[in-house]
């Protein structure tokens, strides 16, 4: 029996616009995931606590302050010492052009800017899903 | 793999345990039930219940807080609604009552199947994994729901009804179902006017044939008012689960017994047993009888 991905969708930081992950949430949703909401103003610590207590197999974060390369690469160390690397992390809201690589080569999967569809992110997630991950 | 989770959850790794609860959740390996460990102490199991918005996750923070003051460890199993149509889920009850990560806080959300009442499918295994790994409370947060949900009460100790003010008339009291299975009931956002009023209401529906010893309590979340009662009321309440199975589980687990041979034979579509369904379906109580009989062989 077939079970639906679970993916949790976090803001991380003091940043407090969450319009954007409310969108995202409900649209995945509606492609039939589970979407475990943590909200706004996460520390990394907690986020890491969350993803492993649900056992998600996804972690979105959202994140339109700026400090992205800073809270990023923190969340990615704390999953790695929970020995979490298999769950697979997305980046989306406001991250400059020259960022993106970066993020990537820390070991996020994929960073969604504005003007991505939701059906895009739909479909990544479901493709990657029936690929094995998770 | 099965081993290493059951090593690591012996171990207390809260890892295994998420995973447990995740293969219980999907119905697989739940021949786990028979290997787990006996819990050191068996668990209170509070259930929390009451509809849509009245306040069930944000009380259940402010249990967390007071139980943790008194060093009890907490497992909260909270469900929401699975949308019948995508199958999808928005589980945002933690959101509400999750602090900083405390080793001694465990939460989990779980989503329910539309129309399949108000807590999670196999909740009593997820409730023996968390008892087993040694949490002194546990906490079930059902899907907002109301009257005639009150399968909750066979898997719990202690069920809480969260109520209003301004819910209904008296007239809607007296209706059975959620206000019979409730053992402590508690009128949660008391800041606001009409508390007392809703209180009193409930307080003369359930004396009206005799005294009914089922406290009314007056709390809200938001003044912190009457959450140290809550729980006194809560510990006052004998635990009255059963110790292993619950008839309720073993009917489960029949269930699923019999969904299973109802497929196999299915699958195979021997000759007899296809005429014993197409009569079925014509309406025949005999073939019934008799399709009962084949799936028990």
């Given at each position: 029996m077939s079970s639906p991905v679970r993916i949790v969708l976090a803001k991380v930081g003091l940043d407090g616009h969450d319009r954007g992950i409310k969108v995202v949430a409900r649209a995945l949703r509606d492609s039939g995931l589970h979407v475990i909401y943590a909200g706004l103003w996460q520390t990394p610590e907690a986020v890491v606590r969350t993803v492993a207590d649900e056992d998600a197999a996804w972690l979105g974060l959202s994140l339109l302050s700026g400090a992205h390369m800073t809270l990023v690469p923190r969340v990615l160390e704390l999953l790695r010492e929970a020995k979490l690397e298999r769950v697979g992390v997305l980046v989306g809201?406001?991250?400059?052009?020259?960022?993106?690589?970066?993020?990537?080569?820390?070991?996020?999967?994929?960073?969604?800017?504005?003007?991505?569809s939701l059906d895009e992110i739909v479909q990544f997630l479901k493709a990657r899903s029936e690929a094995g991950h998770a | 793999m099965l081993e290493a989770l059951l090593d690591g959850f012996r171990r207390r790794d809260r890892q295994a345990l998420a995973r447990l609860v995740s293969l219980a959740a999907r119905g697989e390996q739940t021949a786990v039930a028979a290997t787990l460990p006996c819990p050191a102490k068996p668990s209170r199991v509070v259930a929390i219940t009451g509809s849509p918005g009245v306040g069930k996750s944000t009380l259940i923070g402010q249990l967390i807080e007071h139980l943790r003051t008194k060093n009890l460890t907490v497992a909260v199993l909270a469900c929401d609604p699975q949308s019948p149509i995508s199958g999808g889920a928005l589980l945002g009850d933690r959101f509400r009552m999750a602090g900083a990560p405390d080793d001694g806080v465990f939460i989990r959300s779980l989503a329910v199947p539309g129309g399949r009442g108000a807590v999670a499918e196999r909740l009593d295994l997820m409730i023996r994994l968390v008892e087993a790994f040694g949490f002194d409370v546990i906490i079930v947060e059902t899907v907002g729901a109301g009257q005639g949900d009150t399968a909750v009460r066979d898997l719990t100790d202690v069920v809480v009804l969260l109520l209003q003010?301004?819910?209904?008339?008296?007239?809607?009291?007296?209706?059975?179902?959620?206000?019979?299975?409730?053992?402590?009931?508690?009128?949660?956002?008391?800041?606001?006017?009409?508390?007392?009023?809703?209180?009193?209401?409930?307080?003369?529906?359930?004396?009206?044939?005799?005294?009914?010893?089922?406290?009314?309590?007056?709390?809200?979340?938001k003044t912190r008012c009457g959450i140290a009662e809550l729980w006194q009321a809560i510990e006052a309440c004998p635990l009255r689960r059963g110790t292993a199975h619950s008839n309720h589980e073993l009917l489960g687990r029949l269930q699923e017994e019999l969904a299973a041979r109802f497929t196999a034979a299915e699958e195979t579509r021997q000759p007899d047993w296809v005429t014993t369904l197409d009569d079925c379906k014509r309406g025949d109580p005999a073939a019934l009888a008799r399709a009962l009989q084949m799936l028990a062989r």
């Amino acid at each position: 029996m077939s079970s639906p991905v679970r993916i949790v969708l976090a803001k991380v930081g003091l940043d407090g616009h969450d319009r954007g992950i409310k969108v995202v949430a409900r649209a995945l949703r509606d492609s039939g995931l589970h979407v475990i909401y943590a909200g706004l103003w996460q520390t990394p610590e907690a986020v890491v606590r969350t993803v492993a207590d649900e056992d998600a197999a996804w972690l979105g974060l959202s994140l339109l302050s700026g400090a992205h390369m800073t809270l990023v690469p923190r969340v990615l160390e704390l999953l790695r010492e929970a020995k979490l690397e298999r769950v697979g992390v997305l980046v989306g809201g406001i991250i400059p052009e020259a960022d993106i690589p970066k993020l990537l080569a820390m070991g996020v999967a994929r960073v969604f800017g504005p003007g991505t569809s939701l059906d895009e992110i739909v479909q990544f997630l479901k493709a990657r899903s029936e690929a094995g991950h998770a | 793999m099965l081993e290493a989770l059951l090593d690591g959850f012996r171990r207390r790794d809260r890892q295994a345990l998420a995973r447990l609860v995740s293969l219980a959740a999907r119905g697989e390996q739940t021949a786990v039930a028979a290997t787990l460990p006996c819990p050191a102490k068996p668990s209170r199991v509070v259930a929390i219940t009451g509809s849509p918005g009245v306040g069930k996750s944000t009380l259940i923070g402010q249990l967390i807080e007071h139980l943790r003051t008194k060093n009890l460890t907490v497992a909260v199993l909270a469900c929401d609604p699975q949308s019948p149509i995508s199958g999808g889920a928005l589980l945002g009850d933690r959101f509400r009552m999750a602090g900083a990560p405390d080793d001694g806080v465990f939460i989990r959300s779980l989503a329910v199947p539309g129309g399949r009442g108000a807590v999670a499918e196999r909740l009593d295994l997820m409730i023996r994994l968390v008892e087993a790994f040694g949490f002194d409370v546990i906490i079930v947060e059902t899907v907002g729901a109301g009257q005639g949900d009150t399968a909750v009460r066979d898997l719990t100790d202690v069920v809480v009804l969260l109520l209003q003010p301004e819910s209904g008339d008296d007239l809607q009291w007296e209706k059975a179902g959620v206000l019979e299975v409730a053992d402590v009931i508690a009128v949660h956002k008391a800041d606001l006017p009409g508390a007392e009023q809703t209180a009193d209401q409930v307080r003369a529906t359930l004396d009206v044939v005799a005294h009914s010893p089922t406290p009314v309590l007056r709390l809200s979340s938001k003044t912190r008012c009457g959450i140290a009662e809550l729980w006194q009321a809560i510990e006052a309440c004998p635990l009255r689960r059963g110790t292993a199975h619950s008839n309720h589980e073993l009917l489960g687990r029949l269930q699923e017994e019999l969904a299973a041979r109802f497929t196999a034979a299915e699958e195979t579509r021997q000759p007899d047993w296809v005429t014993t369904l197409d009569d079925c379906k014509r309406g025949d109580p005999a073939a019934l009888a008799r399709a009962l009989q084949m799936l028990a062989r």
